[in-house]
């Protein structure tokens, strides 16, 4: 490996800590970097890359943010939009019928009209950004106690937002990075109007189930096409990616350009220790007991399966991502190395004595707010995010309890999602049309109303307040049963009608969220007073003395929110095997005999019938070292160019530590290649007008 | 309905309480009766029937426990055995290789040659029961200690069985009745020669799975044949069942002998609070993170699927099983039921006031276990009873360990499972020769110490000492390794070799066993001390004040020991819907067909090419209202002639509360019919032998 340059050296450390040992190595290609303080002299030294402005430019308005939780990108002049399957799966369940199962039998619009109307999607294009620290903390006075300077920081920011919002009409947020030391005010042109084009079958495109999830080898189609609209009329975007046929080969340099969701590699090691003494044991719990609800009611049945399909993929998906980081935690070299970096730190001869004072209290600090945390976190977990109520109906009724107080405080004071500036997106969701399952409710509904009995015990006031007397199945169909809220026009109507509506609903789900709702206030104030309160101004100084000793070479935190990153197509070894850097259809249709076709490693008749036709050797998925984490989901993959040569949807089971550390040793994401798509679009899927549109008529 | 007798208000408040009224009831079917103190007088007068000591003896000897957790019965002078296939189902798996799946193909041994020797299976048949209470509370004085009193009943319990074993060559264990109010001796004689004569497919066997177990209507032929050997002779029993070509109609009178595992009917609302708040979502939590481990190995390929079968069925039927009494518990109408009967008990006028005055000490008494039990309770569970090591090679390790010191201890010093009368029971399971299969020693010891890390923090000192410095996955292989107990001859070797084998062994899972044993035993002994002695003790008076107040009318707790139970074999409504009291060959291929043959609803090919040659017509599950619990599975059916008339093996969802009340509202255990089994070994498989031993060559 080539040169080590000073000031790498918490990535190379990161970099290095698998393998267990501290070898010289290049710059690695750690980073989620901000588009306004991209990694330039990095890429230029390592790959001898000229990241541009115009070239910036051109991939930050091409690429999307899927609000429900992904990324995707503009890759037609006409508004087409590419993600994965399993970003795009939400909306296939909400626009299938037991009829017509689109998750199962995928989907083609021919042309502009046999479209189909997302319900409720909100998507992103991220248009400027700005910092707004300096009046951010200007609002914030050193003397204020914490309950004081929580409400005048949300203040602050809903101001900001606001007046963002009217003078430029576009979606305005501040957001937090490096855990509260900078503020940056991002502004976003956003669609409502997003219809599904062109969708695989799933069994294709989650090819491998939960198995093959954050594994390598891998061959999906983890592929979904949309289009944007606006005023009816298909969206014109100023910039979208141009189709790579031919896609990366061995060694190139990439780019990945999406919002990766949460990563947690400038928290503190107490930190660290209270995610996996008390956050991932309480996660890992919650997600087991709700997978297993899901499958099981699946398996009942083959309706069961398509309604339960989604919510089951998601809660999979998490179980698996979160066990990957419990067992990174509990491995003794990732905290020892956390905690080297700490005391690296702390005590660099760069900081003085004043600033190595107040970088202690800092890590003190966080230190007292997990303390506080450990005893609160499970009530709040599950009454004010919901843990113990996983129903729609039940997130419509606190939704339309909540809108009915606060939309009457002035703007500063209210909860923040009831900011002005986030009243729209709120009420899109509010009002939405997508049908709600009533036999999907019952069983969430059931199953996290027993976990929160299990987690607080069936005597517990709260648990007997919430059952009222009755059985949990009894409750639940009492709830239910008891409920107009599937209605989208009742939901209009208790929105419209403001407090006096709400006091006067018998509605039970509107009940329920009544009754909880002081309990679940009072346990979010606390939580944001004693401990995101302490541990944000704690963080501040953290990344303070981070800045001073080591400057921006470390990109903040993760926030669902556009960063950069970049790597290089290369595979890696694994006991001693060579992992290519990409499979072929070959190696599907190999894995898929070996494994019988059994489920999940079935194939659609489509392509078992169209072995013949494909070109076995092209490649179909793809790995590099490019960093990114959940969010990234439908991330386009860039060449050079500015080329689209594929899309992201994974990463493998070493790269599950990334939320903690990067390593390049045999950490990837995993990506659908561009040449494959295109080659399975031509061979066995009858869409002339979605491939002439995405090679420009080639 | 009837009417209702005096004394029989426990029962009958127990049979309405789920339809949450008291309506005038006839006796009901509770009771899981001992063969001592049988419910002659009862049965004489709700079903007319006259139950001789010649049909109990006749019950009685042809009745089989096995001792792997489950029920058989002799079905031909010959040694022949039924039981359920998911009681077989671990030796099928001990006996098969990738080559030869008894699991999924099934199995059958045309001539006594080619049956197969099952590896460690002990079976036991009740010779006699004695009752020996005077001699167990001689010996404990009141005023001991609970430690002294603890060791005191411990000693003689141990002298009790090794005087017994050593008079009478037969196994002899000292049973604890109404938690420790009446203890009787039991002998048994036993055969550790037991050969696999018929399987069908699993297919068949659990047709519907998870999704249909704990269900009814329902269609599985969990039916499994062995045969007994001693001298390598078929054992030629002196009782055994005639087979009855006809099987029960409805609204038969009809008996189970089993050997019902625990039920906690018994128990004070302390005691079910406990279970509810601590026990059960602990409990719930563990086998949640379990059966996920399992299913997602077992989908990784088939091979994978077929070593985690069996433990897979297991930890899913107790998931159900416990999801099912944590649900009865959360019930508000069960423990208000609860808390009725125990008040009535207290203020009943047949209690003098010295009666009240020791019985309200004694609730206390339990009360105040349950607090010293919940901070220890999950220690005990993860250290002692191995709920952090799930691992057969651990198992045997420990087992080594402690065998190497308790065997030069006096007998009755030793822990009870070394107890002298035991001895050779246990060397039976630590030199099985059956395979253990490393993968999967792999996922379960990764599983269960992740799942100790979730318990107890990743930074406990138990942890630490345990991982020793090094992630799960590395210290599982290290641990896996570095053991050879795979193989039978070293672990005689061990045993063999005494203590000073064991402190020169460098064994890693020896060393690891060794490792805890000092923190397992701590716990232990104060769960036996300070939980288990004060609960007997105040069981033991609650007893005398039940007796005093009801007689013998309510029957003890369910203990893994023989049991008669009786009912009525009859249908039941859910949601207005009538349920037949059996299924048939027609509903099953229509079940089947409408969930279009896909897993778990598949049928083996013999079954889907032979429809035609059955009559549709024919029983082929049935239910009754007789009292069973888990632990019943593979308990025969009588009929008044005390013949076979079919084999249970589950019970229906009503009846997943019957662990704490029983009811016949809708409550039934679930059967294989007996005129069923016969129409498809007759139709389907080709198994003349059998047929013609079962029906006496008819």
Chains 1, 2 share one sequence.
Not at 136 to 141: G, P, Q, T
Not at 321 to 344: N, T
Not at 480 to 504: M, P, Q, T, V, W
Not at 510 to 530: F, G, M, N
Request: with cysteine; glycine share 6%.
């Amino acid at each position: 490996m080539t040169r080590r340059r000073p000031g790498s050296r918490l990535a190379g450390l990161f970099a290095c800590i698998l393998i267990g040992a501290f070898p010289m190595s290049s710059w690695s290609d750690e980073g989620m970097w901000l588009l306004n303080e991209p990694p330039t002299a990095r890429l230029q030294e390592k790959y001898q890359f000229a990241l541009t402005p115009q070239w910036l430019e051109h991939a930050q308005l091409a690429s999307i943010r899927f609000n429900s939780g992904g990324s995707a990108s503009f890759v037609s002049p006409d508004g087409l939009i590419i993600t994965n399957h399993h970003v795009g799966s939400d909306f296939l369940q909400k626009l299938s019928t037991a009829q017509d199962d689109l998750l199962k039998n995928g989907f083609y619009a021919p042309t502009r009209e046999q479209e189909r109307k997302c319900p409720d999607l909100e998507i992103n294009i991220l248009q400027s950004i700005q910092d707004v620290t300096d009046r951010v903390n200007a609002a914030v006075k050193p003397e204020m106690a914490a309950a004081e300077a929580f409400a005048a920081r949300r203040a602050v920011i809903s101001a900001i937002e606001k007046e963002s919002l009217d003078a430029t009409g576009l979606r305005s947020d501040v957001v937090t990075l490096y855990q509260g030391a900078v503020y940056h005010l991002y502004r976003y042109r956003k669609y409502t109007d997003v219809r599904l084009v062109f969708a695989p079958e799933s069994e294709i495109a989650s090819f491998g189930g939960d198995v093959d999830n954050f594994e390598y080898p891998r061959h999906s189609l983890d592929i979904c096409f949309f289009r944007a609209y606006d005023n009816n009329q298909p969206v014109k975007p100023p910039h979208w990616l141009k189709w790579s046929t031919t896609g990366p080969t061995a060694d190139d340099v990439v780019f990945v350009t999406g919002h990766p969701g949460t990563t947690n590699r400038l928290e503190t090691v107490a930190k660290l220790r209270h995610r996996r003494d008390v956050t991932l044991p309480y996660t890992l719990n919650r997600l087991r007991a709700a997978e297993a609800a899901l499958l099981q009611f699946g398996e009942r049945d083959p309706a069961n399966a398509r309604i339960a399909q989604s919510a089951l993929h998601r809660v999979a998906n998490a179980r698996k991502a979160f066990s990957g980081q419990f067992q990174g935690l509990l491995d003794p070299a990732i905290l020892r190395q956390k905690l080297q970096s700490e005391l690296a730190l702390a005590q660099s001869p760069k900081l003085t004595a004043a600033d190595r004072a107040e970088l202690a209290k800092a890590i003190e600090a966080i230190e007292t707010a997990q303390k506080t945390l450990a005893p609160m976190e499970v009530e709040f977990s599950l009454l004010e995010r919901g843990d113990a109520f996983a129903s729609e109906l039940f997130a419509h009724a606190r939704m339309l309890v909540r809108l009915a107080s606060e939309s009457t405080k002035p703007n500063a004071e209210r909860l923040r999602e009831f900011r002005e500036s986030n009243l729209e997106s709120l009420r899109l969701s509010l009002f939405s049309d997508a049908p709600i399952e009533k036999e999907l409710e019952r069983v969430r509904l059931q199953q996290s109303l027993t976990f929160l009995a299990e987690q607080l015990g069936g005597g517990s006031p709260l648990v007997v307040k919430i059952l009222s007397g009755k059985s949990i199945p009894a409750r639940v169909e009492e709830l239910l049963n008891g409920s107009k809220l599937f209605d989208a026009a009742e939901r209009k109507r208790l929105a419209d009608g403001g407090a006096k509506a709400i006091d006067d609903s018998r509605d039970e789900m509107i009940l329920l969220a009544r009754l909880i709702d002081p309990e679940a206030r009072a346990v979010r104030k606390r939580y944001e007073t004693e401990v995101e309160e302490p541990e944000r101004q704690g963080y501040a100084a953290l990344a303070k003395a981070r800045f001073t000793v080591y400057g921006r070479e470390v990109a903040p935190d993760a926030t669902f929110t556009l960063r950069l990153a970049y790597g290089r197509t290369i595979g890696y070894q694994v006991d001693g095997v060579d992992l290519p850097f990409h499979t072929t259809f070959g190696s599907l249709f190999e894995k898929a005999e070996r494994l019988q076709f059994r489920e999940p490693f079935n194939l659609p008749e489509r392509w078992k019938q169209g072995k013949a036709k494909l070109d076995l050797a092209v490649p179909f998925n793809f790995v590099s070292t490019a960093d990114t984490i959940g969010g990234n989901s439908g991330s386009p993959v860039l060449n050079r160019a500015g080329e689209f040569i594929g899309i992201n949807f994974d990463r493998n089971r070493h790269g599950l530590v990334r939320n903690f550390v990067y390593t390049d040793v045999q950490a990837r994401h995993i990506a659908v290649h561009s040449a494959g798509i295109l080659e399975v679009l031509r061979k066995l899927y009858d869409c002339p007008a979605l491939i002439a549109e995405i090679t420009g008529g080639k």
